[in-house]
């Protein structure tokens, strides 16, 4: 099979048209992103991560794949919306907003701002607007201001078991990257090195080779709930970001540090009773307090082909091809849905739908087609490179 | 079956020796309730919810079973841990602390403090310990403090939407009667009428019959995630704890609507396909943002049955007979684990184990031996009617 058609023919016939198609908000700007399995809007929240998605990958995909102003006009109604009603007088972004704009959940959460700066900087590059490029490097500095403390006054935990989690270190490893055109590049070279020294030193373990969810600073395991935690879904995404990372430093070394880690990873979560990977892991085995924890989903498994094809296509270890077509095989036959189009987000650990949704509070216009634009792309390599052997 | 011998050889036999055996911890007093299915202990964190839980189910059992001095001695490992280390200088519980009592999760949870009052209450009623009375006292006081703004500066949500729980009058209900001994009468009275209007005529919604979990002040409804949601097991307990205050009022009348509360909730949340009762549902059957919407949980089958129990002792109605016979066949064969003792808390929709455990953060020594003590007492009345006849 011809991947990097399949790929291409899913992004702009099958996904692109149902974002398109039902989820802009054309009455207050901004998009609905709580989509039924037919594309119908169930609920008119807009929750900020997503709004700041949808801005980029619509962005993205202008300055990446085609200059088609459609797509250049639905980013503008998230940027605009997202300018309006996205942050607080601070600049810190909600979590959420009522359908017309109204602050609904307070900035306690910084992936918010990460999205947003993603968002400014990938439309800033598509319109050549100072003004965003501008508004993309405040919001940047602001998230590495609130680094030691992201979630302010609504932190919960007391200073007694100073746990630091994996999310911010390695969103910054790809935020940084999206961010080159408007920042210096001392600023993208340190924030670099700081976030290949988080990743690969501090929040790898050495021992197992496995990315643990929270660490002590220094790196090393507390045997607490959230110490034991494994995600393995974010593990192998960043992963690729390292990948990433690697080809433009030209450094082979990471790049199969990289690839190992994915296959360590995935060796260690997928199911064998029931296939896909599961979602949350305890590193001794023990129970878990996220119910979820058996649940397949999505971005889990699409973050995983992303980083399997990046892998083969810089390694072409046979190793990794068979891990790629076992993960392929089980996320299209169970997470697409050729009937009524896009993906289902949710299946429990038995594969079958867990709910009947497009999109929600956590799923948007973004993983998906991320993944089938980065597959399209690594797969027309890895093709043109067999085809020259 | 003698349904008052099985649940009294239950608890005494099979669930308090549970509990005494490994939950004790020795060196820095409290209790451990991360118990493995075998009663291991595989986590040290203590819980102030569950710490109090298990001070006032062992308070309770020597006021209400048998005067019992290890019982008493267990209550007080608990009691004097609260009291050391359970709350910050203010008074407000902590939701988390090390197995030390060092403080772990800040008071931003207002039931830590419920289950503390709980706990003061009947350990002084057992003691007649008046310093732990007027803590009890104080703690109560705060709480009602508290009521408008729960989770104080912890609080995320705005006041764009302003929705309330139902899990403070719920929970309210029950405290006051539990407090009893230690409040005045004026106050008691002031707090069951409060609660029996808000749980009824406020959250208990009149079209459909069934419980929203949360409601605009008014109760009216809002069109959104948190105000389409449903927690069976919720409204099913408050509605035991409604018959309660009827019995106390000889309120036929409103012990007749809860029954048909119960009914009409179980009706509503019953897995046709599987079996047991759903977590979560959504009013208006849209996607949840609860991942474990579909799963079984112990204790919401635990309440159901002390309802279903209580509301045939006082209605001897063949419809909740036969509801309490589907709901106890379910539980009994599923949450039972008589080869390792206990209960298993967690299963997936299907029936099956989810969490090889028997405690974790939110499962103590408390909904079991507390359903136990409940359908005992309440089918020794039913039996004992029964044979008169």
Known sequence: MNYSILYKDTLLNDILPFWERYSIDT????????????????DTDKFIWLQGRQAWTFSMLYNKVEKNPKWLEIAKNGIDFLRKYGSDKEGNFYF????????LVQPYNIF????????????????NDEEIKELAKTTYFNILQRID????????????????GFSLPMILSNLVLELEGVLSSEEVNKTIDYSINQVMEIFLDKKTGLIFENVL????????????????????????????IGVRKRDSELINKATDTILKILEHSW??????????MDAKGYPLQQLEWDQKLWWVHLETLVALAKAYEHTQKDEVFNWYQK???????????PEKGEWFGYLNRQGEVLLNLKGGKWKGCFHVPRAMFQCWKSFEKIEANNFKK
């Not at 935990?157 to 746990?163: D, G, M, S, V």
């Not at 220094?218 to 970001?241: C, K």
């Not at 199911?271 to 949350?280: A, N, P, S, T, V």
């Not at 993960?327 to 849905?337: G, L, T």
């Open 271 to 280: 199911d064998e009773e029931y296939g896909g990977i599961f979602y949350f």
């Open 112 to 127: 918010s701002d990460c999205f947003a700066a993603m968002a400014f900087s990938q439309y800033a590059i598509a319109t």
């Open 327 to 337: 993960v392929h095989n089980y996320s299209w036959s169970h997470f697409s849905d």
């Open 217 to 244: 600073p220094d790196g090393s395991h507390d045997d607490s709930f959230n110490g034991r935690l494994l995600n393995p879904g974010h593990g192998i995404e960043a992963m690729w970001f390292m990948i990433d």
């Open 149 to 164: 403390n992201p979630k302010g006054n609504y932190e919960k935990n007391t200073l007694t078991r100073p746990l630091v």
């Open 96 to 103: 959420s907003v009522t359908q017309k704009g109204e602050p």
């Open 27 to 42: 009455q207050y700007g901004g998009y609905f992103t709580c989509l039924d399995r037919n594309g119908k809007v169930y």
